[in-house]
Every structure is written in structure tokens, then in C-alpha cells.
């Protein structure tokens, strides 16, 4: 039984002066193109973060548990969630003659100083650290609401990276874990069909499209506060460039997988340990 997902960087000649490297770059093997591209995109350091931010989920459904089932499910989301398992799984993604081929246009964008830096604002946010302040922030916002501008800027820039899919995604794969470990509690006559907890979290991912919006465009604002409007922009329009669409768009498509099957993962370890005997 798989959760489907879908969905994170930023791409060329936006301006010579403005973006491009000061002198011509050397030809690197392939393997080091696409882990230099993960890194300088914050696609890496997303995904090194990917257990915090699981783990977070997971506490905020600690009270659908006994303490000793979440301590389970805890150590179960650690053993199948694994930074490095999904950093090889994209990095595969792009060992290809296409890649080869399409991969120094991209990092010739994100080589550049500007794009380099904004690439990670967000990453370097620590926002699952930060939720007081954040809240605060929020209620600032509610009194001096963003420039349409600004709100424009961040949701291209989502539309591209894919950050609030990512966290859609990380949501539903937590119901799924709780979801099935409960299953397995209830008495054989009384336990949900396949059917039934795959329709369950389907409304669930509906609704948390619908409830997450607001607060990954928090996120976002929070994260590039000190960020001008104009650094924005041209940062946006480097991630809209064809050839940074086309790795972000195999990133994305690879993370669909990696959390699909780490969730099968975390699955199959459920049932393991708390499946008919």
C-alpha cells in the first residue's frame, strides 16, 4: 500500500553581471555534478532534515497512542526514514546521458553568489525549532499583512520548489504509520480494509492542502523576512528558467518515491510488530 505525493531548487542567464560565474568552470564527473546541484539547491540539507521534521509530526499525534506504542512507531519512523536511503535514490535519478547533458546549465545559476545564498534561506530557517517565534510573526502579519508583491513572489517560488507538498506528504505518511498501528490494536472483526485507510488518508491529504497553506506561506515569509523584494525576484526567476524546472522537477519526482516507499518501509515494520501473529 503506497501514499502517493507529489513533490524542492532554483537556473540560467538572468543577467550576466548579476548571476554568472566570474571565469569559465572545469568539467566534473557526472556523480559530482548532481551531488554539487543537491547541495547548492538545499535539496540535501532538505532531506538531511526530513527525520526532525517527521519526528515532529509524530509527537503531534503522540496522544492517539499508549506511550509504549509510540515509543514503537518512534524508533519505527527513525529505522525507515533515512536521509541517506533518499539523497542516493535522487542522486540516481539524475545518472543519465540527459543529466550529463542538461546539468552544468543548472549549476551554472546556482554557482552563483545570489542564487547560492537564497537557495538555503529556507533550508537554514529552523522552523521546526522556531514555531513560538513563528507564531508571533503570524500575529504581526494579521496586523500589517505582506505585499501582494511579495505573496506572488513566494508562491511561484513554492510552485517550483514544492515545500508545501513536501510537508502535505510528511503529514500523510505519519496518519498512515498512527493509522495502521491503531488498525492492527483493534479486534480482527472491527479493523479497517486497505480500501478504507487508503480513502482515510486521501481526505486527509485533502484537507491538509486546503488547512497548510496559510502556514507554509508563513513559513516562507518568515523565512526571507530580511530578504529585499528585488533579490527575491531575480532568485524566482532563476528557479522558473527551463533548465532549473527540469532538476527540480526530477527531484520532486524522485521524493514522491522515497517517501512512497519509505512509507511502504514503515508499513511493513508495523505489521511485523504488531500484526496477527
Not at 18 to 37: H, M
Not at 174 to 198: C, F, G, K, S, Y
Not at 244 to 258: N, P, S
Not at 269 to 277: A, D, H, N, S, T
Amino acid at each position: 500500500m503506497r501514499v502517493h505525493a507529489r513533490r524542492l531548487a532554483p537556473a540560467v542567464l538572468l543577467g550576466l553581471a548579476v548571476l554568472a560565474p566570474s571565469r569559465p568552470l572545469a568539467a566534473q564527473p557526472l556523480e559530482a555534478d548532481v551531488d554539487e546541484a543537491l547541495t547548492l539547491s538545499g535539496v540535501r540539507q532538505t532531506l538531511e532534515r526530513l527525520p526532525r521534521h517527521l519526528q515532529a509530526e509524530l509527537r503531534r499525534r503522540q496522544a492517539q497512542l499508549a506511550p509504549a506504542d509510540f515509543s514503537a512507531l518512534t524508533r519505527i519512523v527513525a529505522r525507515t526514514y533515512l536521509p541517506a536511503t533518499a539523497i542516493a535514490g535522487v542522486r540516481a535519478a539524475f545518472a543519465s546521458p540527459e543529466s550529463a547533458d542538461r546539468l552544468p546549465a543548472v549549476l551554472e545559476t546556482l554557482r552563483a553568489p545570489l542564487i547560492r545564498r537564497l537557495a538555503l534561506v529556507e533550508v537554514r530557517a529552523p522552523v521546526v525549532e522556531s514555531r513560538e517565534e513563528i507564531h508571533g510573526f503570524s500575529l504581526d502579519l494579521k496586523r500589517r499583512p505582506p505585499a501582494p508583491g511579495r505573496l506572488a513572489l513566494l508562491e511561484r517560488r513554492d510552485a517550483i520548489v514544492g515545500g508545501a507538498a513536501l510537508a502535505i506528504e510528511v503529514a500523510v505518511a505519519m496518519d498512515r504509520a498512527v493509522l495502521e498501528l491503531r488498525n492492527w490494536r483493534r479486534p480482527a472483526e472491527h479493523r479497517l480494509r486497505p480500501d478504507d485507510i487508503q480513502a482515510r488518508l486521501a481526505a486527509a491529504r485533502e484537507q491538509y492542502r486546503r488547512a497548510m497553506r496559510d502556514g507554509q506561506m508563513t513559513a516562507a515569509l518568515f523565512a526571507y523576512r530580511a530578504v529585499a523584494d528585488a533579490d527575491l525576484e531575480r532568485y524566482v526567476a532563476a528557479l522558473e528558467s527551463e533548465p532549473d524546472r527540469w532538476f527540480m522537477q526530477g527531484v520532486r519526482a524522485r521524493l514522491v518515491t522515497e517517501l512512497a516507499d519509505a512509507s511502504d518501509r514503515a508499513s511493513a515494520e508495523i505489521l511485523r510488530i504488531f500484526g496477527p501473529r
